[in-house]
């Protein structure tokens, strides 16, 4: 039996989801509710990799994952198809054949994040799973020279979960952006991978120094000391968004993420 590897963009609003991953519990999942759909269309049990495996309450514009069947269809149909068998919060955006060496998790090169804060005296009513609200004024211009210090290769301790499982620390961040549009500030971040709530607890950080509890500085010394208790604290995930996951070019994958604007 000869079988077909499918590459799948995937969207979804990670509000009412507890992350990508199925779990052992009775907990409603992104993987569940994909591979649930697509078995529908493959008449038979699919299973889904993915490039980076989102936690309870994140978003993605750009999630990747792949699967191995042994039907043909017409790509349109795991689009159509299998969306016809999805919740409203999740879509499938694309879908294209890839040769066996392809895995939506090792191949990628990069993957791009954005994190959005509200930041202003009131929260929100109409985005309040979808942006952070910081009330307290925060100074964007301290915060990205801060995040400076994160450029390149470094051992990101500082920033991991007690619950990552990654075999180290090491990671190599491409870029990163601090920038405020009217009441709302953006963090775009890349790197060739992320450690777990390794978003959110940059963040946490660099929302002390916005608020002017640490200097510039800070960020530097904690990536010298690589203790997460040093550390500021885990950012809300409702502002975290996967906008991107990068392949090398041979693979032509198409680009449909989006950035996520509220200003």
């Excluded at 989801?17 to 591979?35: K, L, M, P, S, Y």
């Excluded at 993915?50 to 043909?72: K, L, M, N, P």
């Excluded at 619950?163 to 963090?187: D, P, T, W």
Aim: glycine letters at 6%; charged letters at 20%; one cysteine or more.
């Amino acid at each position: 039996m000869t079988t077909s590897r499918i590459a799948i963009g995937i969207e979804y609003n990670g509000s009412h989801f507890n992350g990508w991953q199925i779990q052992a519990r009775d907990a409603r999942t992104v993987q569940h509710e994909v591979q649930q759909a697509l078995s529908r269309i493959a008449v038979h049990p699919v299973s889904l990799i993915c490039a980076g495996r989102t936690d309870t309450g994140v978003h993605a514009t750009a999630q990747v994952a792949h699967f191995d069947t042994s039907v043909e269809r017409e790509l349109k149909a795991w689009v159509m198809g299998g969306n016809n068998h999805l919740p409203e919060d999740v879509s499938i955006i694309w879908a294209k054949k890839v040769d066996e060496n392809f895995s939506a998790r090792f191949s990628a090169t990069r993957r791009s994040y954005r994190y959005v804060i509200l930041n202003r005296l009131a929260r929100t009513a109409i985005h309040s799973k979808q942006v952070t609200w910081i009330y307290d004024t925060l100074d964007v211009a301290l915060m990205h020279e801060a995040a400076q210090a994160l450029l390149g290769e470094q051992d990101f301790s500082a920033f991991r979960s007690s619950k990552c499982q990654a075999s180290h620390a090491h990671r190599i961040m491409n870029s990163v952006h601090v920038f405020r549009e009217g009441e709302y500030i953006y963090l775009d971040i890349c790197a060739n991978a992320f450690l777990h709530h390794m978003v959110r607890n940059l963040v946490g950080s660099l929302l002390m120094i916005g608020r002017g509890e640490r200097p510039v500085s800070w960020m530097g010394e904690l990536l010298k000391l690589k203790d997460r208790t040093q550390a500021g604290p885990t950012a809300a995930a409702a502002g975290l968004y996967l906008v991107a996951v990068q392949y090398p070019q041979e693979y032509d994958l198409p680009s449909t993420g989006f950035l996520p604007r509220f200003a």
